[in-house]
């Protein structure tokens, strides 16, 4: 290759789909791979050198999940693609560009960040809020929560090279690879993408291990293996496939799951309300009215006062003639409240597990073998979808597809072991639904009438 070139795609015909899309100028988030080796990194990284370079003085940012990873698996890559003699290493978070890169009578110095999201230690994603850069590059999307995703969507743009007219100020760019994964990114990128229905200025370019012509035939061989010993990995990191088989974790079936929607032959039986009051800022109260075992209406409230949700349950209580013995309201947090001035029940997340179950003639307290009765009462759920004694009559799509994300998240925390069963908490599924699995947690709660109508629950 020419020395003076930056990069070639001489033999690179993804790499050049990828790099019309980002040059063209038609998109403001780039979404690029899908399997393992198929050069998403790389390519992503030489996009981003040739932006910096088309625009002296810009700033960008290279987030990872967080700054462990940044060091460990993205910045080795970036000092292979960037030129040594186009940016200098600062310290360990940031580049600047050393070249004499004059332009409108001042020197103009780019520099790129390295920035993890590192969710755990700021859960509030504070740090996003003092970032200003053109550019954002985004390795391993999947990785990072909805909510990151939305901070960069909000920051990138944000920054303005001093002395330089507004028009020829860069435009706003996120780069971002990614692997199959059945979080947010599924269901916001793929699932869009592949029904056409992604946003105007976003666009997706599938990358394999394929379409990287300088992968060893050794490696490829080796990665055989994994059909052998995890099947599903290799469907989802080499095939690069969306729809990989089941987590062992998973306790609902998937397509038991998509049927909910269409068990019309679910009989209507007694009215009950369920519902999850929201406890911080950004969730959301979720009022279900159920007839048996058929979900017939839901209302969402975003932030309001506890007054508005319990006036609500009284209105819909009246419309759908529910008693208050039938309503049961998450007691947790906020909801002790509204369950003290309704009168109804309440669902108490982490108390103890009901009834007995019959195990090799003998019968074992519940409390023994669930964790509490929030799992308790999401292992019955999972068995009542599987079973398709559940139908969820509400006919708007994207409540629908909602209601399914979450419902996929309940999940076994560790699957195998001779410890009590214990659901994934709360606060990992709101990691990786970028929100707070409202409906799912009351559709649990329905749980617990049946379980309190039976003093010896067998079979679950």
């Known amino acids: ?72 698996a993205t910045l080795p890559s970036v000092k292979k693609v960037f030129p040594p003699n186009f940016l200098r290493l600062i310290d360990a978070t940031s580049y600047r560009w050393e070249a004499d890169n004059r332009r409108y009578g001042a020197p103009l110095n780019g520099e790129v960040f390295f920035f993890g999201e590192n969710y755990e230690r700021d859960k509030e994603l504070t740090r996003w809020d003092g970032l200003e850069v053109n550019f954002i590059l985004i390795d391993q999307i999947e990785g990072i929560t909805k909510e990151g995703f939305t901070k960069a969507l909000e920051r990138v743009g944000s920054y303005f090279i001093p002395g330089i007219p507004k028009e020829k100020q860069p435009p706003p760019i996120i780069l971002a690879s990614l692997n199959p994964s059945k979080n947010w990114i599924k269901s916001l990128v793929y699932d869009r993408w592949k029904e056409g229905q992604l946003p105007d200025k976003w666009t997706f370019i599938p990358a394999f291990i394929t379409d990287n012509p300088y992968v060893p035939d050794s490696y490829k061989e080796s990665l055989e293996q994994l059909k052998t010993t995890n099947p599903r990995e290799y469907a ?16 609902v079936d998937p397509d038991r799951l998509n049927d909910m929607t269409t068990n019309e032959y679910v009989e209507e039986g007694s009215s009950y309300i369920t519902a999850d009051v929201a406890r911080f800022g950004r969730d959301s109260s979720v009022i279900l009215v159920w007839k048996g075992f058929k979900v017939v209406d839901i209302e969402i409230i975003e932030k309001s006062k506890t007054t508005y949700f319990e006036r609500r349950v009284k209105e819909l209580a009246r419309k759908y003639q529910v008693s208050r013995s039938h309503i049961i309201i998450d007691a947790d947090g906020v909801g002790g409240g509204p369950v003290d001035h309704l009168q109804c029940r309440g669902f108490v997340n982490n108390s103890r597990a009901i009834g007995k179950t019959r195990v090799e003639g003998k019968n074992i307290k519940n409390s023994e073998i669930y964790a509490n009765l929030k799992t308790q009462c999401g292992y019955l759920l999972a068995q009542y979808i599987n079973d398709g004694k559940i139908h969820w009559a509400i006919q708007d799509p994207d409540l629908s597809a909602k209601m399914k994300e979450e ?54």
């Open 1 to 72: 290759m020419d020395p003076n070139t930056l990069l070639s795609l001489e033999n690179f015909p993804k790499a050049k789909e990828l790099f019309r899309a980002v040059f063209s100028f038609k998109y403001n988030v780039i979404f690029y791979g899908g399997a393992v080796r198929g050069g998403k990194t790389f390519n992503l990284l030489g996009c981003l050198v040739l932006l910096l370079r088309m625009y002296p003085g810009a700033r960008a940012a290279i987030v990872r999940k967080d700054s462990e990873m940044l060091k460990r």
């Open 236 to 251: 989802r990191r080499v095939l690069g496939d969306w729809n990989y088989a089941d987590d062992p974790s998973a306790l």
């Open 407 to 460: 419902v996929e998240q309940i999940r076994e925390k560790s699957p195998g072991s001779d410890n009590k069963r214990r659901l994934v908490p709360k606060d990992e599924v709101k990691k990786v639904l970028g929100r707070s699995p409202d409906i799912s947690d009351s559709l649990i709660e329905r749980m617990f009438f049946v379980l309190k109508g039976s003093s010896m629950s067998a079979g679950y």
